[in-house]
């Protein structure tokens, strides 16, 4: 392994390539390890929306061909409910600017093949076991058994439940959780679009949602109670209980294909804070998980490793060290903001539980109005639904 290079990166996601390529861009000296194959890495159908923060990095950068070439524009949602269904063209509203529809695995393998060409130095199969953020060492296991390597900085782009986020010491850090206390269904099904629009169904039964992937692929998802067990949602259960949730019987059929993933994805948020100690960084999902309500987690991630890539090359190629002293007081802000926001589209998609049901209910009733009948309002979602 490379000892002493300027930046290692652990974790070949959104994270790490946006990073690493940004940094390769700087003319930084930049390693990325990352413990899956390259395979594995471009397959991991994820996250789908990106916002104009992203669209803009990734074009400016010399990053987004792939998505300005096959990623669809998308600016409008509904809101399917008890008395019926609103859209909202949040694209029109507020910034004025839509969601790009562009599936995670595809802009991965577009930062993959990018960095790669421009001669970056990207190890496949390597697992970081051991991050010394004072030194710079890291440990590591390989097909060629455990070794070691060193960087002068090191960025934690290993999402949610890396190693580097635990390698900052108990004393320095706070680590502010919720659990959501539900889970949802994630379903990849090979179907075109059922709506033209992003779609959350609230119900007595649970929250269903319905989001564009690709022509030909559709995302839905089921509210489930948390430790369910995927496989108990055979096909038929699947769509029984989107066609019930969705109403198709007001609202017309849902285009059906075949299901090619189904799993239970936890709703737990996190906050690390400060994101950064000693010579290592928490970038994306490392720094702060954040429920898929809002479509907010690979566009902080995105956001996070532009600021990081700017004050990284400005200490290292210029010797200023001012923007990474404040990279944790950039970046939380905006994090907190979007969590925030999902948070707020958590409290209104899930059934309310508890013994105050019934002032829940009345709650999320009032927010839906406020969302269908005030200008303002809609002005105000659509700047927190786009924006980072
Ligand atoms: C079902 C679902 C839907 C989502 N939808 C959206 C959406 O529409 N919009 C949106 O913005 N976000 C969405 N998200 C969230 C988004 O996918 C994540 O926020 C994003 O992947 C975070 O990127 P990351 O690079 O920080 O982490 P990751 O994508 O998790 O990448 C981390 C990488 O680190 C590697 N790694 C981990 N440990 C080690 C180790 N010890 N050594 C070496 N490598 C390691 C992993 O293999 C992985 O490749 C969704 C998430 C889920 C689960």
Redesign the pocket.
């Known amino acids: 392994m490379v000892d002493d290079t300027a930046v290692l990166i ?7 390539l946006v990073l690493g390529n940004l940094l390769l861009a700087e003319g930084v000296d930049t390693l990325i ?4 194959d390259r395979a594995r ?1 471009q397959a991991r159908a ?4 990106l916002g104009p923060n992203s669209a803009r990095i990734l074009t400016e950068h010399g990053l987004g061909a792939g998505m300005l070439h096959n990623g669809r524009p998308h600016g409008t949602c509904a809101f399917r409910y008890a008395d019926g269904e609103f859209e909202l063209d949040y694209g029109t509203l507020g910034p004025g600017e839509p969601h790009t529809v562009y599936p ?1 695995q595809d802009l991965v393998t577009d930062l993959v093949a990018e960095y790669l060409d421009r001669g970056g130095d990207l190890r496949f199969g ?3 076991t051991d991050v010394d953020p004072h030194t710079g060492a890291v440990a590591y296991r390989d097909a060629n058994g455990a070794g070691q390597a060193t960087a002068r900085f090191l960025a934690g ?4 439940n ?2 580097t986020r635990t390698a900052i010491p108990a004393c320095s850090v706070r680590r502010h959780a919720r659990d959501h206390g539900t889970a949802w269904l ?1 379903v990849l099904a090979e179907a075109p679009q059922s709506m033209s629009a992003v779609t959350y169904a609230i119900h007595d039964n649970g929250f269903a949602g319905h989001m564009a992937r690709g022509p030909e692929v559709t995302r839905y998802y089921l509210q489930v109670p948390p430790g369910d067990d995927a496989v108990a949602w055979t096909d038929e259960r699947i769509w029984a209980e989107l066609n019930t949730r969705m109403r198709t019987e007001v609202f017309g059929p849902l285009r059906r294909g075949r299901i090619t993933e189904r799993r239970v ?1 936890r709703l737990r948020s996190e906050v690390v804070d400060p994101i950064h100690h000693a010579r290592l960084f928490l ?4 720094a702060s998980v954040i429920s ?1 309500s809002a ?5 902080l ?1 995105i956001m996070q490793a532009e600021v990081l890539a700017g004050a990284l090359a400005a200490a290292i190629n210029h010797g200023d060290d001012s923007a990474l002293a404040a990279y944790s007081r950039t970046c939380l802000p905006r994090i907190w903001r979007a969590q925030e926001f999902s948070h707020w589209m958590i409290d209104l998609l899930h059934g309310p539980a508890g013994p105050d049901q019934g002032y829940q209910l009345g709650l999320r009733r009032a927010r839906l109005r406020s969302l269908r009948d005030s200008r303002a309002h809609q002005h105000l979602f659509a700047e927190h639904y786009v924006g980072i």
């Open positions: 652990v974790g070949a996601g959104p994270a790490g390890v990352e413990r899956a890495v994820r996250a789908g929306f995670q390597v697992t970081v782009c290993d999402g949610g890396g190693v994630a994805v970038v994306g999902d490392a898929p479509a907010k987690g690979a566009n991630a």
